[in-house]
Every structure is written in structure tokens, then in C-alpha cells.
């Protein structure tokens, strides 16, 4: 073989071996890296405003968030709340989805106390025959819904008294119209009543913006602040009843939610304290 075709056949067999490493590295590089599914679950759960908890075959917890720790769905590797299991368990058998509403009682923050949770929970199989459990606290929703319905109740009752009064101060004042001390006591009379009346209007407009919109755009609010404002707007109806307003506990505490709906909701708590008192 002379010299140049042993050269020109050294330089095919180099271009073809570079060529395949080329592709050999590009190939890789387009292969897509493994996904670890235990991370994937849980970025999935992590992005849902609800509980959410995926159980394997044995009833083991493969992934869940936070907020389904806080519900009480899970505790460690485990389902918590036993009548959860028995629909995990029966949805992994039909294959069917569930949901169903679940009623628990839990003790409070630092085992303080005891309150009414009622979770709406949905359940179904995945195509890789896992379970997801999907969970709200409906509890507080309710509880706003029973206050509301207890408020408008009260409120229609609390409507007529001012309506009443200034109908009777009124014809008063119209008798006494040669009497300008009367009409001047009379008027005065009417002016306090309108007030009142005109409060409870208010509070049952802010009541139905309450109900109906989402609470969106949440905002840090001072709680002393919804506290005072609360017992000012309170102050007359206390003193009509000779009720005494006092305030206490810790102060500079902050809560989230829309300022104007927290003052409406304590005030209307400190209302049916003043007038269901004594």
C-alpha cells in the first residue's frame, strides 16, 4: 500500500470516528434527565391551595403538603383520619372517585381548646393505580355563613326599634310644634335614631360584600386598630343598654385580610354581646 492511500484512508477512518463521538455526545446531551417522582408529586402538591396527599398501594404517604399536615390528613407515613383510609381504600377497589364531606374535632394551637373542622374531601385513582387526596376546611366557611345568617336575623329585628321610634318622635314633634323645646328634644332624638338606623345599613351593605366576593388582596391590619374601631362604633348601643365596654389581652398583633370586614365583624360580635347581655 503506498504512503498516500494508507494517508488517505487514515484521514476517512479519523473524520468517521470524530463523527461518531460527536453524535455519541450530542445524544446524551438531547436525552432528558431522569425525574424523580417523589419530587414531581410534591411540586404538584405544593402548587394546589388545597390538602393534597398521593398514597401508595400499602396505604404509605409518597408525597403530601404542608396544608394537608395542617388539616390533620396525614400524620407521618400514614392517613390519620381512619374514615379517610376506609375511602382510600374503597376508591383504590372500584377504581370510582369519592367525595364526601368529614366532620372532625381537633384540639387547638398548643393543645389549647377544641374546634369543629369539616373537611370537603375528593379522592381518586391515578393511572399508575396511586391515590390522590384532595382536602378544604370548609369549617370556617360555614361558621361565616352561620354568623352572617345570625346577624341579618338580628339585624331585621334591631331594624325596626330606630324605624319605630322615629315614626313616634316624629308625630310627637308635630304635636309639639308650639313647643319649640319639645321639637328641638324631639329632634334630637330622631337625629340619634336615624344614626343608628343608618349604622345598621351599613353594617348589612358591608355584610352582603362580605358574602359575596372572595377575600382578595389581603393586607396586614392592626388588630388593636378593628379592636377601637369596633368599641367606638359600639359605644351608643352600650350605653343605651348600660352595658360597659372594656378592652384587653396582648397588643401589636397582626392579621392579614381587608380592614373595613374585620371592624364590620367585630363590631357585630360586640352588638349581640351588648344586647344579649344581662
Same mark, same amino acid.
Given at each position: &500500500?503506498?504512503?498516500?492511500? #494508507?494517508?488517505?484512508?487514515?484521514?476517512?477512518? /479519523?473524520?468517521? #470516528?470524530?463523527?461518531? =463521538?460527536?453524535?455519541?455526545?450530542?445524544?446524551?446531551?438531547? $436525552?432528558?434527565?431522569?425525574?424523580?417522582?417523589?419530587?414531581? *408529586?410534591?411540586?404538584?402538591?405544593?402548587?394546589?391551595?388545597?390538602?393534597?396527599?398521593?398514597?401508595?398501594?400499602?396505604?404509605?404517604?409518597?408525597?403530601?403538603?404542608?396544608? #394537608?399536615?395542617?388539616?390533620?390528613? =396525614?400524620?407521618?407515613?400514614?392517613?390519620?383520619?381512619?374514615? @379517610?383510609?376506609?375511602?382510600?381504600?374503597?376508591?383504590?377497589?372500584? /377504581?370510582?372517585?369519592?367525595? +364526601?364531606? @368529614?366532620?372532625?374535632?381537633?384540639?387547638?394551637?398548643?393543645?389549647?381548646? *377544641?374546634?369543629?373542622?369539616?373537611?370537603? +374531601?375528593?379522592?381518586?385513582?391515578?393511572?399508575?393505580?396511586?391515590?390522590?387526596?384532595?382536602?378544604?376546611?370548609?369549617?370556617?366557611?360555614?361558621?361565616?355563613?352561620?354568623?352572617?345568617?345570625?346577624? &341579618?336575623?338580628?339585624?331585621?329585628?334591631?331594624?325596626?326599634?330606630? =324605624?319605630?321610634?322615629?315614626?313616634?318622635?316624629? $308625630?310627637?314633634? $308635630?304635636?309639639?310644634?308650639?313647643?319649640?323645646? #319639645?321639637?328641638?328634644?324631639?329632634?334630637?332624638?330622631?337625629?340619634?335614631?336615624?344614626?343608628? @338606623?343608618?349604622? %345598621?345599613?351599613?353594617?348589612?351593605?358591608? @355584610?352582603?360584600? !362580605?358574602?359575596?366576593?372572595?377575600?382578595?388582596?389581603?393586607?396586614?391590619?392592626?388588630?388593636?386598630?378593628?379592636? /377601637?374601631?369596633?368599641?367606638? *362604633?359600639? *359605644?351608643? %348601643?352600650? $350605653?343605651?343598654?348600660? =352595658?360597659? %365596654?372594656?378592652? /384587653?389581652?396582648?397588643?401589636? %398583633?397582626?392579621?392579614?385580610?381587608?380592614?373595613?370586614?374585620?371592624?364590620?365583624?367585630?363590631?357585630? !360580635?360586640?352588638?349581640?354581646?351588648?344586647?344579649?347581655?344581662?
Amino acid at each position: &500500500m503506498s504512503p498516500a492511500l #494508507a494517508a488517505l484512508i487514515g484521514l476517512v477512518a /479519523g473524520v468517521f #470516528a470524530g463523527y461518531l =463521538v460527536a453524535w455519541f455526545v450530542l445524544s446524551r446531551r438531547a $436525552e432528558p434527565e431522569p425525574v424523580d417522582p417523589h419530587l414531581e *408529586r410534591r411540586r404538584i402538591l405544593d402548587a394546589l391551595r388545597s390538602g393534597g396527599a398521593v398514597i401508595g398501594d400499602v396505604d404509605d404517604i409518597l408525597a403530601s403538603n404542608e396544608l #394537608a399536615t395542617e388539616l390533620g390528613l =396525614v400524620r407521618g407515613n400514614r392517613v390519620a383520619i381512619p374514615a @379517610l383510609l376506609d375511602l382510600v381504600r374503597e376508591v383504590r377497589r372500584t /377504581g370510582e372517585s369519592a367525595s +364526601v364531606n @368529614l366532620d372532625q374535632v381537633r384540639a387547638g394551637r398548643g393543645g389549647v381548646g *377544641r374546634s369543629q373542622q369539616r373537611l370537603a +374531601v375528593r379522592v381518586l385513582r391515578l393511572d399508575d393505580g396511586n391515590i390522590l387526596v384532595v382536602a378544604d376546611d370548609r369549617g370556617a366557611a360555614l361558621r361565616v355563613q352561620a354568623s352572617a345568617r345570625d346577624f &341579618m336575623a338580628n339585624a331585621t329585628h334591631e331594624l325596626k326599634t330606630p =324605624v319605630g321610634a322615629i315614626t313616634l318622635l316624629a $308625630e310627637a314633634a $308635630e304635636q309639639a310644634a308650639d313647643d319649640p323645646e #319639645a321639637v328641638a328634644r324631639f329632634s334630637h332624638k330622631i337625629q340619634a335614631e336615624s344614626s343608628r @338606623l343608618s349604622q %345598621l345599613v351599613t353594617q348589612i351593605v358591608q @355584610l352582603s360584600r !362580605l358574602q359575596g366576593e372572595p377575600v382578595s388582596n389581603a393586607e396586614e391590619v392592626s388588630v388593636d386598630e378593628v379592636v /377601637g374601631l369596633a368599641l367606638d *362604633r359600639s *359605644r351608643q %348601643l352600650a $350605653e343605651q343598654r348600660q =352595658v360597659s %365596654l372594656t378592652r /384587653g389581652g396582648e397588643e401589636g %398583633l397582626v392579621v392579614r385580610g381587608k380592614h373595613e370586614q374585620l371592624v364590620t365583624a367585630v363590631v357585630n !360580635l360586640v352588638h349581640n354581646a351588648i344586647t344579649y347581655s344581662g
